[in-house]
């Protein structure tokens, strides 16, 4: 049984920043590849950001130099740093984790989402 739990959203000033982060829990042997997404209203689901365990980081071209992503291995944490925020950042931003764990081999699992609005 893994769990996501997300934290860090909320409404920040056009140029402003915002740190999220996101905590695996539960019975985890490892997580390959841990990242976020992201939904605006009338949108599709679109990749911000995933890292995976070695530390390489892939971002989409909306955001490159302005999020920066990174993990705590061994607190199984996720963090993104959000700079130079802009109003079409707004969305519910998703985590995701790729788990191996004892219950699920290797699970895709989502966190419940949290609301990061900029406003212009």
């Known amino acids: 049984q893994v769990q996501l739990e997300e934290s860090g959203g909320g409404l920040v000033q056009a140029g402003g920043s915002l740190r999220l982060s996101c905590a695996a829990s539960?019975?985890?042997?490892?997580?390959?590849?841990m990242g976020w997404y992201r939904q605006a209203p009338g949108k599709q689901r679109e990749l911000v950001a995933t890292?995976?365990?070695?530390?390489?980081?892939n971002y989409a071209d909306s955001v490159k130099g302005r999020f920066t992503l990174s993990r705590d291995n061994a607190k199984n944490t996720v963090y993104l740093q959000m700079s130079s925020l802009k109003p079409e950042d707004t969305a519910v931003y998703y985590c995701n984790a790729k788990v191996w764990s004892i219950a699920t081999h290797l699970g895709d699992y989502w966190g419940q989402g949290t609301q990061v609005t900029v406003s212009s």
């Open positions: 539960g019975t985890i042997f490892s997580i390959p590849a």
């Open positions: 890292i995976i365990s070695g530390g390489s980081a």
